[in-house]
């Protein structure tokens, strides 16, 4: 259990913006804080979840500070089941942190990195799936990746991690029932186990399949656009970001750095790179452009290698293709409004998708992106119908379970004694339980919470 008032700034402080900021106590002295530097003018009842209007002073020389509202919300029924204290101000940098100082002074803590969330994980308001799923919806790049968090919130992952681990646990004390009093029980049925235990690995298996969706909506996908110069790279960029985020010129080399755009395609964000063409250059400046350009395409998940419908596949596409040959890569032609019928590639065996393209005339964009799609489909969203979508240490802790189960099931198939199947059933259930934070060690806390940000 957490000891002591913390305080933090909740809401993101940008200089000169922002209408509001929200200054957060939580602890046992979160409202006697609050008294010290809030003064409400009348009678208003300083009662649980009401607002109060008035000023922020000072307290020891009364001056005023901002006009403010205050929020209580006392525990229980508050965010840390703790007594809880917002006070809204005016928004930006000075007020904010005005506020913050003086409740520092008045005996308040400044708050670590995910603390407030923390505290609602000890004090039992959440598991630890929500508690990662409250930091996966502050940081969703997409509408699915909100949506997927609010089904952790809601306790989607929780739930059937739940039901597995009770279940995991009845086997285990009928299991340890026989070892201890195996003349007053009748015998175990084996065959019984080892079809739940199966049922067990398999719907472990069904969660832990979702870890690669869950990546791509967190994560999202890095996409570089590669090619000779002149391709219509940027024009592509600034056909599919609907955005003149790149310089388009009919000279070739006029992109001489990478440029980023931020897209969202089937709820999965994805991070477009434009690179400078790639081609030998006495140009120094395009020279190190280049060197970004190959650094990006090996750092990507998917590669567009563009090509210029009327030129075609050209040996400079075969030298580009070798230094990314392992990079998942659609080639596309764009250009296509250029020419009468669509050139004849001689392309590696191994690159399936092809998109022809007139990035300048807005044309194709639409089957690029079902192209992209069809490829996360086949390659990484096995799961991509179940609402939930777990993250990597979850994941390890699942797959650590399935192994446990499974060896209880070689265990079981080798005829030994009953202590050791309960050695690997219990494993199997401490992994099940790292999942939700019913076992789970300060270090593996410190590292979950540290991501947090401030405030929440």
């Known amino acids: ?179 201890d009093f195996e003349e007053d029980l009748p015998p175990l049925d084996v065959d019984d186990v080892t079809a739940k235990l199966t049922a067990l690995g398999v719907e472990i298996g069904q969660i832990v399949a979702t870890a690669d969706r869950g990546e791509l909506l967190r994560s999202g996908l890095k996409v570089a656009i590669l090619g000779q110069p002149n391709v219509g790279k940027s024009s592509l960029l600034n056909a599919w970001s609907r955005s003149d985020r790149a310089i388009v010129t009919p000279l070739p080399g006029t992109t001489r750095d990478v440029v980023e755009s931020q897209l969202v395609v089937g709820g999965i964000p994805i991070r477009v790179l434009d690179t400078a063409g790639i081609r030998d250059t006495e140009d120094v400046v395009e020279q190190i452009g280049v060197a970004r350009s190959r650094a990006a395409a090996l750092s990507a998940d998917l590669v567009l290698l563009t090509i210029d419908a009327q030129v075609g596949w050209t040996q400079a596409e075969a030298e580009i ?72 240490r979850q994941a390890a802790a699942l797959i650590r379970a399935q192994i446990a189960l499974e060896r209880v099931l070689t265990t079981i198939e080798d005829k030994l004694p009953l202590d050791f199947w309960t050695i690997d059933l219990r494993e199997g259930i401490r992994a099940l339980g790292e999942v939700t934070g019913e076992e789970v060690t300060e270090s593996v806390l410190d590292r979950i919470f540290s991501r947090f940000c401030i405030g929440k």
Not at 35 to 48: A, C, H, K, N
Not at 93 to 103: G, M
Not at 350 to 375: F, H, M, P, Q, S
């Open 1 to 179: 259990m957490q000891t002591g008032t913390i305080v933090a700034i909740a809401t993101a402080v940008v200089p000169q913006q922002g209408s509001v900021g929200i200054v957060r106590l939580s602890g046992v002295d979160a409202v006697a804080i609050a008294r010290q530097i809030f003064s409400p003018p009348g009678q208003q009842e300083w009662g649980s979840h009401r607002v109060l209007y008035g000023y922020v002073r000072h307290p020891q020389t009364g001056a005023t500070i901002d006009e403010a509202l205050l929020l209580i919300m006392l525990a229980p029924r508050s965010y840390t089941r703790e007594d809880v204290v917002e006070i809204h101000s005016h928004g930006g940098i000075i007020l904010v942190q005005q506020i913050l100082q003086l409740c520092v002074e008045c005996g308040a803590k400044v708050a670590e990195p995910g603390e407030f969330t923390l505290r609602a994980f000890l004090n039992g308001r959440i598991d630890l799936t929500q508690a990662e799923s409250i930091s996966d919806l502050v940081g969703a790049l997409s509408p699915a990746a909100a949506q997927t968090a609010i089904s952790g919130l809601q306790g989607k992952l929780r739930q059937p991690i739940g039901r597995l681990r009770s279940q995991a646990l009845d086997l285990l004390a009928e299991i340890e029932a026989r070892i």
């Open 321 to 392: 293709y070798t230094q990314i040959e392992g990079i998942s890569t659609i080639v596309v032609i764009n250009k296509i409004d250029l020419v009468k019928t669509t050139p004849v590639l001689n392309l590696p065996a191994k690159i399936g998708t092809i998109v022809e393209t007139a990035a300048a005339i807005d044309l194709g964009i639409d089957r690029l992106e079902t192209a992209i799609l069809d490829i996360i489909a086949t390659g990484k969203l096995t799961a991509a119908n179940i609402d939930i979508a777990i993250n990597q």
